[in-house]
């Protein structure tokens, strides 16, 4: 038993990273949630569109577009450029969102 | 069909006399008269082909019935409009869809763009699919019928400023409009209201000013959108707007709900709530008739 603990033990901070989630932006009552979401670079974070309308995740400066996301549907991107990433929905431009994207130290 | 609605226009002839048409469905007896040599035609808007929600399940199937009712009209109207969002997401199978049952009505089709159908600023499927008649390069277009000049504008693209027509666009229309007599009655077709009907749900046109100021000095404009899924009308000078109920479904007035969101309805409702339009312009100005899909 004492070796179980141990092994459970040591398993914890694994296992508590595999279940993290990947940083996720969903789209409810048009509105991006989080508004504004801080991410290291190289992250991956996914969208979601929540509302029973369709919605579009979309650069201001052009540089990513997810084109249209139906009720339910996820899209995902990678950011791999530090930097401040305003975006918009094409269909409902008052819906506004932010992406920020920290430097990684090596 | 009971929801039968006669919107008042008020428009000055040559001889600078006002003609009020009288709510309620009622016509002045000058007005009849004037009536009969009108232009009619009918306007559909916001079938969103491929819509699948609680707000309406079955978008093929009321655009269907709207399409049945506008085909057992006594007198086919001269053309059917499709002020926009003719499709959901601009999916190949959703224009499919929507070109299998529009291509039923008996008159013949105009559509316009809605922001739905050129969604990445892409218009290419919906060109090749709904493509207007004597289109100009960026797909907007006029043309005149029995004294009548009609105007087809685009106001869906680069939508982070809500409608935005553009220089192109802007340009095109001063040379259209340039050599008409101000006593031309003049029909102005566009998806997003051309006036700032309510900005904070992206219900306007960044530069639909410019474009009203080129239709001032006419005696007589009407100004005909879709996008907001609901009849609101509003008057400028001489320039009279509608905005039309959706095939789909309704939206909530402006400012009435947190979310500009698809309303839903219990069915019989949904029916009273989206309908099709018809409209007569002679040289007194426009008159249009609301017709709900359901009683």
């Known amino acids: ?106 | 069909m009971n929801r039968s609605r006669f919107v008042e226009h008020v428009a000055w002839t040559g001889a600078g006399i006002a003609y009020t048409l009288g709510a309620g469905g009622l016509f002045t007896g000058r007005a009849v008269a004037a009536s009969a040599s009108a232009v009619n035609f009918v306007q559909i808007s916001d079938s969103h082909i491929g819509f699948h929600q609680a707000a309406n399940p079955d978008v093929l199937a009321t655009l269907d019935r709207a399409i049945t009712a506008i085909n057992a009209m006594p007198e086919q109207p001269a053309f059917v409009v499709h002020t926009g969002d003719i499709t959901h997401l601009s999916t190949p199978q959703q224009f499919s869809d929507a070109k299998s049952v529009l291509s039923k009505l008996r008159a013949p089709l105009i559509a316009l763009p809605g922001e739905h159908d050129v969604l990445g600023n892409d218009f290419k499927p919906y060109m090749s699919n709904f493509r207007m008649p004597q289109a100009q390069p960026g797909g907007w277009t006029s043309w005149e019928t029995d004294g009548v000049h009609f105007v087809a504008l685009l106001n869906v693209f680069n939508f982070e400023k809500m409608g935005l027509l553009g220089t192109d666009q802007l340009d095109w229309l001063a040379r259209d409009l340039a050599g008409l007599p101000k006593s031309m009655p003049v029909v102005v077709f566009a998806h997003v209201p051309l006036y700032a009907l309510f900005p904070e749900w992206g219900w306007t046109t960044d530069d639909g000013s410019k474009a009203l100021a080129l239709l001032a000095r006419f005696d007589s404009v009407t100004v005909l959108n879709g996008h907001i899924h609901q009849i609101i009308t509003h008057t400028e000078g001489n320039i009279t707007f509608a905005t039309a109920d959706a095939t789909a479904y309704p939206q909530p007035k402006p400012g009435a709900a947190p979310k500009p969101g698809p309303l839903t309805l219990p069915p019989d409702d949904l029916l009273r709530a989206i309908g099709y339009r018809t409209v007569a312009v002679d040289g007194y100005g426009g008159r249009y008739e609301d017709h709900a899909l359901g009683s």
Do not use: Q
């Open chain 1, 1 to 106: 038993m004492k070796h179980l603990y141990l092994a459970l033990a040591l398993l914890a901070p694994a296992m508590a990273g595999a279940a993290t989630p990947p940083p996720a932006v969903r789209m409810v009552d048009d509105a991006f949630s989080p508004a504004t979401l801080t991410v290291d670079a190289g992250t991956t974070v996914v969208f979601t569109n929540r509302d029973d309308d369709a919605h579009t995740v979309t650069a201001v400066d052009g540089t990513f577009d997810s084109k249209g996301l139906d009720s339910g549907a996820s899209w995902s991107h990678t950011f791999t450029k530090p930097g401040t990433y305003r975006y918009f929905c094409e269909l409902h431009p008052f819906m506004k969102g932010t992406i920020v994207v920290k430097a990684v130290r090596a």
